[in-house]
């Protein structure tokens, strides 16, 4: 969608960014296929190197997506079938279907409602026996708190492992997301803050042996070629993926400014209008540096469907991350969990909803925005009258 007021304001534009760094992009493109080298290669062995001193730990594993980031991680993990793995109850649904997937069983834990990531004092409470792991995911953006999860971690034996996939560049008292666990996931699917141009991700760790055990895995466990030590599976980030992402990191830290910038002029906006009893906005914790991967606030009243209905008649993008809470979701009911079991979930899923942000977000297209859901909300006042 073209990048300008009269056709609306995409939820997130990739073109303007492209456009940007278009001859670098396209001349790592041919640089690949120039060189035959298009599966793994010294493209992948070089962004693996960078994103890896980028995150403060020492090795990187380049995978296919977000997704193959965290199976590979649970796979290189040595659990049994049956261990049990504690994530939070208000994420994305790779979270617990990389779980499941490992046959291991997810055990759900409520939410902090302040930033949408795990509560640490819901988690105490949820650990058994089986309990092997848990996932800790930074929602948004903005990393979970860290310090009474490590403690309950090392007092009960257990890996940390970070769904970082929102979150590439955060920090937590001064150190970076994948950094924080044993084990860290990122994806670079195209909307986020280091996005390729197709499917791609990676884990990155401290860990020689995981390391190592996970460029096994995501090869089919091949280890020489054609004698498979693992039950793997085909897991590999394209070269020419790995080379264009390598020209975009360099900019990373500029993006990350640039989005809090909208994030703050955002906040702004919200004020300016007198809409912060209508939209909470997101809150940043002490200590942490939120990347603002969304920007998502809270919409009172029960009216987030209808206002979504209006921003979408505007051609204003906007998105709601996520309407079900993953203990509601169909294909995880045989878990046996039922509505209510957790409450801050299940009230993020109902009122949730994502603002457009990307780092070349207009001014004026973020007026746009909030005139609409101050538009939205006279109208609504004037019914009611």
């Known amino acids: 969608m073209p990048n300008n007021l009269g056709a609306g304001v995409p939820l997130c534009d990739l073109q303007t960014q492209y456009r940007e760094l278009q001859p670098e992009l396209e001349a790592a493109v041919l640089r690949v296929l120039a060189s035959g080298q298009v599966i793994l290669g010294p493209e992948v062995a070089a962004l693996e190197s960078e994103v890896a001193r980028a995150c403060g730990v020492a090795y990187g594993v380049g995978c296919g997506s977000g997704s193959d980031a965290l199976s590979l991680a649970l796979h290189a993990l040595d659990l049994e079938p049956g261990d049990e793995v504690i994530l939070p109850a208000f994420t994305f649904f790779a979270t617990a279907g990389a779980i499941v997937r490992a046959g291991l069983r997810p055990v759900f834990c409520d939410i902090d409602p302040i930033t949408f990531n795990m509560d640490p004092l819901q988690v105490e409470n949820k650990i058994t026996e089986r309990t092997r792991a848990l996932m800790v995911v930074h929602l948004f953006g903005q990393c ?6 490590w403690r309950i971690a090392e007092r009960h034996d257990l890996i940390v492992v970070e769904d970082a996939a929102q979150a590439l560049g955060a920090e937590y008292q001064g150190k970076r997301v994948g950094s924080l666990g044993s084990i860290g996931c990122l994806s670079f699917y195209p909307t986020k803050n280091l996005g390729a141009y197709g499917d791609a991700g990676m884990v990155v760790t401290n860990d020689p042996e995981w390391a190592g055990r996970m460029k096994c895995l995501r090869v089919h466990g091949m280890e020489p070629r054609y004698y498979h030590k693992y039950l793997g599976w ?10 264009m992402l390598r020209v975009k990191l360099p900019h990373l830290e500029r993006w990350i400014g640039d989005r809090q910038a909208v994030a703050a002029r955002y906040d702004a906006l919200i004020e300016e ?11 940043r914790r002490p200590h942490r540096r939120h990347t603002f991967n969304q920007y ?25 991350y996520y309407p079900l809470a993953l203990h509601q979701q169909e294909c995880l009911r045989y878990l046996g969990y039922r509505s209510g079991d957790f409450p ?10 994502a603002l457009p942000i990307y780092p070349e977000l207009k001014a004026e297209q973020q007026r746009r925005v909030i005139q609409c859901c101050a538009g939205f909300l006279r109208q609504q006042v004037r019914r009611a009258a």
């Open 144 to 149: 979970a708190d860290m310090e009474p999860l």
């Open 234 to 243: 085909n897991a590999r980030i394209d070269a020419v993926q790995a080379a």
């Open 273 to 283: 209008h007198h809409l912060t009893h209508f939209l909470e906005r997101p809150i």
């Open 296 to 320: 998502v606030v809270r919409v009172a009243n029960g009216q987030r469907d209808a206002l979504v209905r209006q921003m979408k008649a505007e051609n204003i993008g906007c998105e709601i």
């Open 344 to 353: 801050a979930s299940e009230e993020a899923a109902r009122q949730v909803l």
